[in-house]
């Protein structure tokens, strides 16, 4: 059986080395698992203290996919085996989000480059592994997105961080429909650094390989970014459709008032443009639950520092696995593959600010601490 993670180290010109992960699992579009998550940090861990590792790459197996989103179906199994509606009670879901979400925190805060190659469909977790990264690559095939609120979740992995630091009213509309970006608009918004061709990956590693490196980060950072620069494709690609329409979205998406803000994202339907058709198909079929939430989150999130966010999120992320829609949203998508969840709340009135408050609650005892208590703090 093939490893879910591949590792390498390659050596380069000067007898520096490059380390190199590849998530291996293209049948599940690398979807990201507890075991992945685990291998990837403990293998990122041992890099960071290795003198002789100058940066690390990160891949996805296949020319599909970096990363399609987390494991959903083990998620799903744990939600139903829990029939105690508590959510603490759940402690597949405690172990995933709490080492999926520290490996978030440990990309961002690594202390060699890493560059993560975001060819493909790079969604939901994907997003995460790639968010932290020093050196974002994209390409013609990128399919960058956050769908959560089609199976009752928000953008996790601190999606809800990223999302609230773009402008006003853009990362709603990316939480609330869903829409998928191109290269262009990755690049337009901050969500990547370079675009290369998706046949490129060779080419990059055999001139990274063929450079010479430091030990020293900053010289790493730079060098690394000239070899990126000289690589990149030549020929500009397109406005994307969120460039097309930033004005529009803006102005559909920004302010305080979440129905005026469904509303107008639900008149998208009668544009003429099938990308916004698309966005507003997606929100008006998702859950209302999942746009309650994201619309608080993104508030919530804007002032706080990264590590808090993921504390915050590790919280609401275990009350949607016991009270919210995430268990139904699996079903419809994965399991039953009906996709006819019934929503509870159904609309949009039901889940109001009230009925979203549950959700920050801690759920674990009064004397327990918080499992990610100590990130960001050692």
Not at 203 to 214: G, H, Q
Not at 324 to 349: C, H, V, Y
Request: glycine letters at 10%.
């Amino acid at each position: 059986m093939n490893a879910p993670v591949l590792f390498q180290e390659r050596d380069t010109a000067n007898g520096m080395k490059v380390g190199v992960a590849t998530l291996n699992s293209p049948q599940t579009l690398n979807g990201l698992s507890l075991e992945m998550c685990a291998l990837l940090a403990r293998q990122l861990r041992r890099w960071a203290d290795d003198s002789r590792i100058a940066m690390v790459l990160l891949n996805g197996a296949g020319e599909k996919a970096f990363c399609a989103g987390g494991d959903l179906h083990s998620l799903h199994t744990a939600m139903r085996e829990n029939t105690s509606g508590d959510a603490w009670n759940n402690a597949y879901a405690r172990e995933f989000f709490a080492v999926e979400y520290r490996l978030d925190y440990q990309i961002h805060t690594y202390p060699k480059p890493i560059l993560c190659w975001g060819s493909g469909i790079v969604m939901g977790g994907g997003v995460g592994l790639m968010m932290g990264a020093s050196h974002r690559v994209v390409s013609e095939t990128t399919r960058y997105a956050m769908p959560e609120i089609s199976i009752g979740l928000f953008p996790d992995v601190g999606g809800t961080w990223m999302l609230s630091r773009l402008a006003g009213g853009i990362g709603l509309f990316l939480a609330l429909t869903a829409a998928q970006l191109g290269a262009s608009d990755c690049q337009l918004l901050g969500l990547a650094d370079y675009t290369l061709g998706s046949g490129q990956w060779d080419e990059l590693t055999a001139r990274i390989e063929a450079s010479s490196w430091s030990g020293d980060r900053v010289e790493n950072d730079g060098a690394l970014r000239r070899l990126l620069l000289e690589l990149q494709v030549a020929d500009a690609a397109p406005p994307g459709p969120l460039q097309t329409h930033h004005s529009l979205i803006r102005h559909a998406c920004d302010g305080n008032d979440l129905d005026a803000i469904c509303a107008n994202v639900r008149a998208l339907a009668g544009h003429e443009d099938p990308w916004l058709q698309r966005a507003a198909a997606t929100f008006s079929a998702g859950s209302p639950g999942s746009a309650r939430l994201s619309f608080t989150l993104l508030r919530r999130a804007r002032l706080l520092a990264l590590a808090d966010v993921f504390r915050m999120e590790y919280i609401v992320s275990l009350h949607c696995g016991a009270q919210g829609d995430l268990q139904e949203g699996i079903r419809a998508l994965l399991i039953d593959k009906d996709r006819q969840p019934r929503w509870n709340p159904a609309t949009l009135r039901q889940a109001d600010d009230a009925w979203v408050q549950r959700f920050f609650q801690a759920p674990w005892p009064d004397t327990a601490a918080h499992p990610l208590a100590d990130l960001g703090r050692a």
